[in-house]
């Protein structure tokens, strides 16, 4: 009678699989549940983050939660920017002049008419810059294309912002200066010392266009003069930025500009906050769900860390900040912690108290800057909270990988060690039934 080596394998894999299959049981729990802990906590990660530029973005380049609108009555005529420290009112402007940019044109010179020696020197204000024209021949052919004198202008390390530009048409090649920026400080002087040809040809350059300043006048064509390097006035009045296009004639009627707060984009600008707020809580309630017959537990269910995040979140939208809150300007929690917006009593609060409202979200140490603080102390990429339990899970996830490798081996130990014990005794059991057919 031969050894049933298929049997004596069946009955070695069980055993090896019931001596190791309660350690491996543990220890697939612990993976599922330490990969679902890594992957809610990365979500939340994300989220918080999400929510962190949204929120932050709202004050961000000086940013106001006050949306101030203006018009133009001719809006071809002028643009503008405000903030929300615009003052609400009505003002005139009548254009004179805008301002342009100073600009040279060299049109008798021509290549090879300057040689390579002596130097140009040209300035604005009370700046210049000197290009040596000998190191200007790159090609070493004793004198200067204009390609070569306007590469060296260009690249003139004390350039002052003058550019020069090859202009093209019927042939020929006129060297041009530009002043980058425009108004009468800007205008360009040129001096040449030691080379006749381009002094020559300085002394005869044409004038493009001049170095002017934009003059306005506030209150009509008679009114206040108000002069500007640019066409654009910053801060022209407190938070208005204003750009005019057009020069009005004489007798014209000026240009009318109307400042006024729009309530409703600001409404809609606070909606962003909330809808943002929201977000992340509808994120961290499916994170932190206690399950039941409504749903399944969530994988961070009980957490501290995230438990901790919400009530420091839900404690800074109802604290006041300068004397007001949220709860001031109609914002109130429901039961599920979500934000709600009650739009006319906001209206009514917006319109007594417009700077608080403002200080509210971006003043010093405001509701979005100590948001903004609380969630970073959760997402920094560095030293973050979350980054070092995820981190931790990491490595729990490595230690269970590795346990799985032990089960393994000690699986094989086992199999082998049964499969020699049930080949001994299947041994034992054919002698004996070999001496028993003896008798």
Do not use: C, W
């Not at 200066?177 to 002394?203: H, R």
């Not at 801060?235 to 409703?264: C, K, Y």
């Amino acid at each position: 009678m031969a050894i049933d080596s298929a049997y004596v394998q069946q009955m070695a894999t069980q055993l090896a699989t019931y001596e190791v299959q309660g350690t491996e049981r543990r220890a697939q729990r612990n993976k599922t549940n330490y990969n679902a802990q890594l992957s809610s906590l990365t979500s939340l990660d994300s989220a918080l983050k999400t929510f962190k530029s949204a929120v932050y973005g709202l004050k961000s380049n000086k940013a106001s939660m006050l949306i101030n609108s203006g018009t133009f009555s001719k809006p071809e005529q002028a643009t503008a920017t405000l903030d929300g420290k615009a003052a609400a009112g009505t003002y005139q402007f009548f254009v004179e002049q805008l301002a342009s940019s100073h600009q040279l044109a060299f049109g008798q010179l021509r290549d090879g008419d300057v040689a390579a020696g002596g130097s140009l020197t040209l300035g604005q204000g009370d700046k210049s810059f000197t290009v040596d024209l000998s190191a200007a021949d790159k090609s070493g052919d004793g004198t200067l294309s204009l390609a070569e004198l306007s590469a060296a202008i260009n690249s003139a390390s004390d350039n002052t912002g003058v550019k020069s530009t090859l202009v093209r048409s019927n042939g020929e090649v006129t060297l041009v200066l530009n002043s980058e920026k425009s108004g009468e400080a800007q205008a360009i002087s040129v001096a040449v010392s030691g080379n006749a040809a381009l002094a020559t040809a300085a002394d005869n350059r044409q004038e493009l266009s001049a170095a002017r300043d934009a003059r306005v006048r506030l209150g009509g064509e008679g009114g206040m003069l108000l002069q500007n390097a640019s066409n654009t006035f910053e801060n022209l009045m407190e938070g208005v930025n204003i750009t005019f296009n057009q020069v009005h004639a004489s007798g014209e009627q000026p240009l009318t500009f109307t400042v006024e707060r729009d309530d409703e984009a600001t409404q809609a600008k606070l909606k962003t906050f909330i809808d943002a707020y929201n977000a992340l809580a509808g994120v961290i309630d499916g994170l932190t769900g206690s399950g039941g017959e409504s749903g399944q537990r969530g994988a961070l269910a009980g957490d501290s860390t995230v438990r901790t995040i919400d009530n420091s979140l839900s404690q800074l939208i109802r604290t006041s900040f300068d004397g007001k809150s949220l709860i001031d300007f109609g914002v109130s929690a429901d039961r599920d912690g979500k934000l709600t917006l009650d739009a006319a009593r906001f209206q009514k609060a917006l319109a007594a108290e417009p700077e608080a409202f403002e200080k509210l979200f971006t003043g010093k140490d405001s509701l979005i800057d100590s948001l903004d603080k609380t969630v970073a102390l959760y997402t920094n990429s560095g030293n973050g909270l979350l980054k070092a339990r995820k981190d931790n899970l990491g490595t729990a996830i490595k230690r269970v990988e590795k346990q799985f490798d032990d089960i393994d081996r000690q699986y094989e130990q086992y199999y082998n060690r049964y499969l020699k014990q049930y080949t001994n005794l299947m041994q034992i059991q054919i002698s004996m039934e070999q001496t028993g057919g003896m008798f």
